[in-house]
């Protein structure tokens, strides 16, 4: 028997030896190191035990060569929320964190004429198994069909469903916006103002539909003078609470389509002395730290975008990832979001 970590004349351990010391064929350890569900679990046991005793350690180099493909799932965005990104990465390394695969992150113009003859060249050159496309770029069904293309396998991730199952993470924006509203109203708000997000993304656009939603059940209206475009940055808040509440009827209550464009509002609700929540509520969209970073500590969405990062990953590459990583057949590729009441939420002021 080989010692180990060492192969027959002490030569470093191959597949070969694995093989012969388990006995079983060559590709039968392939299957193995490749976490082919297709495999008894005796065999799986006796594999492993060999390469453990061996001290095996697979050929990364070779490995792509066999799958014609590196060991990497690539993220493509452009988007300008770094925070969402960030979140969104981790999820997928929560998912991967026990695999052979890598991460490769890629940024993209979606206003370049070139951006899909970029991500084709980069495709090609890097030759991951999969690409997970983060919103907006993952509303182009164009960038999609590239995928289909070139044999990557591709994921959407957005705020409505893009794609089947197979090829869809969402959340449920449009709903939860609608429900954190009819909670301003039955709390007596009725001036309501409203902060876009960015034109082109379609989480701007279930978000606000999910407000007009919830203003048009309750017989209200958006006069034009109540909402601001923002573009998902704090910046954008700054000017937004500087139109908003400069108005000689201000809105008691604003949604912002994300929280760093209600931070903006809120800072520009200090430096006018209006008291949040008595005089101003104030709901933001993602739970991100900046929620809790800021006073009073920002009511808000949590979109469940680390979820949505894992979540993924384990419909982009299941097979890579083992068996306890299989999405089931009935789980929804929807996953919910939910309103987090803190702070920044009150009644209406009673000379509203």
Request: glycine share 8%.
């Amino acid at each position: 028997m080989a010692a180990q970590g060492k192969g027959p004349g002490g030569k470093q351990p191959t597949i070969n030896d694995v093989a012969a010391l388990a006995g079983v064929s060559k590709k039968t350890v392939s299957r193995v190191i490749n976490r082919s569900e297709f495999l008894t679990e005796k065999t799986r046991r006796a594999v492993e035990q060999a390469i453990e005793q061996l001290g095996f350690v697979p050929n990364p180099q070779a490995r792509a060569l066999a799958f014609r493909r590196n060991f990497l799932i690539a993220l493509l965005h452009d988007n300008p929320n770094a925070q969402t990104v960030l979140n969104f990465q981790q999820g997928v390394l929560d998912a991967i964190k026990d695999s052979d695969l890598a991460l490769l992150v890629r940024p993209v113009d979606r206003g370049s004429d070139k951006m899909l003859d970029d991500v084709r060249v980069f495709l090609e050159k890097q030759r991951p198994i999969g690409a997970m496309l983060l919103p907006p770029i993952s509303e182009n069904d164009d960038l999609a069909a590239l995928c289909e293309s070139l044999g990557v396998r591709y994921v959407r991730v957005g705020s409505a469903l893009l794609d089947d199952a197979r090829h869809c993470v969402s959340s449920n924006d449009r709903e939860v916006v609608a429900e954190a509203v009819r909670g301003l109203i039955a709390r007596g708000h009725r001036r309501i103002g409203f902060v876009r997000g960015p034109a082109g993304f379609r989480s701007a656009a279930e978000r606000e539909k999910g407000f007009m939603e919830a203003l048009a059940e309750a017989g209200l209206e958006l006069p034009d003078a109540y909402h601001a475009r923002g573009n998902y940055r704090y910046a954008s808040g700054i000017e937004a609470g500087e139109a908003l509440l400069a108005l000689a009827s201000p809105p008691t209550a604003i949604f912002c389509s994300n929280d760093e464009m209600a931070a903006g509002v809120m800072g520009i609700a200090h430096g006018k002395g209006i008291a949040v929540p008595g005089q101003l509520s104030i709901i933001g969209f993602d739970d991100s730290p900046t929620a809790t970073h800021i006073w009073p500590a920002l009511t808000t969405v949590r979109w469940p975008i680390r979820e949505m990062g894992s979540r993924a990953a384990r419909t982009l590459v299941p097979d890579f990832l083992g068996s306890g990583a299989k999405v089931a057949s009935d789980e929804s590729p929807v996953l919910p979001s939910i309103l987090v009441e803190r702070q920044s939420v009150a009644a209406a002021p009673a000379d509203a």
